[in-house]
């Protein structure tokens, strides 16, 4: 009998566990029905010994100094500050997030204050009486040339949708500034795992207390592992059986290359927001890794309709389908609902972490330690 069955052990399944393992000292069966730990973070070497992340790239980067102290725990870490340029259909590159030196670039120009890129931004900008979409998010701040340059075309990719259709929240993730800063994230923290990703959750999961099962579906093992209680990190409408009808995601699909030089391109990341081409961005991870070879390796992102989901899809529509799972999800018993999936939110891996820990504070708060509960093998019946 397992205190716990941790469904998915990724960044919210993984931190979890070892927080319920160590501090409380309970038994936690962790399952995953991929065959590798890491979800979707998980780096390995290819066949020429690069260290390549399976599912595209992933950057950590945060604010919060108790999520980097907590994984700190589990690795050493690589300074790096990441870096994006954009690809013209002409072939120039130019820094993304749109900033001083990509205003200059494109338009021919010499601005050399904030000032006199606001002064641009300003007389650009189209008045919009109430923002609610993503299209009106960067016309309304930069004015509808730079819009289609960067933003409609590679959001209709992304995510199959018109920037018109989609909820502000997509674009404005991603800044437009003023000065020559040219990184692509300003945290307080940006690093790497010294030793890769995958490493990090190794550590993390290596706890007497902790047993790990991979290539191991829920479906497959939910009556055969006894537990009491559970974190669900997977799709909530997979847990409830569909009852309401699917949750719209995006997915990715991926081409790895490896090439016979030392570098591909200038920056970790090149975009692509044009749609004369069918992928968003090609990655090359001896950047992020700063690992020396004498070769490289890349990655293309193709978004997909079908497949693994990645993205929640954000539209009013969706988030009220979801409040129909969420309901479900707040009045079942003894299992916990935790991460992007499990809770159809946009999350980046830090408030993942992040949301784990603070549900272990709740979890300390609400169930005394050596508590039984109930049996919920059966929960999603």
């Not at 399952?31 to 992933?58: F, K, Q, S």
């Not at 993503?134 to 995510?159: A, P």
């Not at 290359?257 to 991870?285: A, K």
């Not at 499990?342 to 508590?371: C, H, K, S, W």
């Amino acid at each position: 009998m397992f205190d716990w069955l941790i469904v998915g052990a990724g960044f919210a399944g993984a931190t979890l566990a070892e927080r319920i393992a160590t501090v409380r000292g309970e038994k936690v069966c962790v399952i995953d029905r991929r065959d590798h730990v890491g979800g979707n973070a998980y780096d390995e070497l290819d066949a020429a010994g690069l260290l390549i992340h399976r599912y595209g790239p992933h950057i950590f980067h945060t604010n919060s100094a108790a999520v980097f102290e907590h994984l700190s725990q589990f690795t050493r870490w690589r300074a790096y500050e990441h870096r994006v340029l954009a690809r013209m259909a002409d072939g120039m590159l130019v820094p993304m997030p749109i900033n001083r030196t990509t205003v200059n670039r494109l338009n021919g120009l010499s601005l050399t204050s904030e000032e006199e890129v606001e002064a641009f931004f300003s007389a650009q900008a189209e008045p919009v009486e109430e923002i609610r979409t993503s299209e009106d998010v960067v016309v309304s701040r930069v004015g509808r040339k730079l819009y289609e340059t960067f933003f409609r075309g590679y959001t209709r990719k992304q995510w199959g949708l018109d920037p018109s259709e989609l909820d502000r929240s997509v674009t404005s993730r991603v800044p437009t500034r003023a000065d020559n800063d040219d990184r692509y994230f300003t945290d307080t923290h940006q690093f790497m795992p010294a030793d890769g990703y995958t490493a990090m959750f190794r550590k993390m999961l290596d706890h007497p207390n902790i047993t790990v099962m991979t290539s191991t579906d829920y479906a497959a093992v939910k009556d055969s592992i006894p537990h009491r209680r559970m974190v669900w990190t997977g799709p909530v409408d997979e847990f409830f059986g569909f009852r309401f009808g699917k949750l719209p995601y995006r997915s990715l699909t991926f081409r790895h290359e490896t090439h016979d030089q030392e570098w591909f391109q200038p920056v970790g990341t090149v975009n692509y927001p044009g749609e004369e081409v069918p992928f968003t961005r090609v990655s090359e991870y001896k950047h992020l890794t700063g690992q020396a070879h004498p070769k490289t390796s890349i990655t293309y992102e193709f978004p997909a309709a079908e497949g693994d989901p990645y993205y929640p899809v954000p539209r009013p529509e969706n988030a009220a389908l979801y409040k129909q799972y969420e309901a479900l999800a707040d009045a079942t018993q003894d299992v916990w609902f935790v991460g992007r999936l499990a809770t159809y939110r946009y999350y980046n891996m830090d408030q993942v972490v992040a949301q784990a820990l603070a549900t272990f504070r709740r979890i300390e708060t609400t169930l005394p330690r050596g508590d039984g509960g109930q049996n919920l093998v059966a929960a999603a019946d």
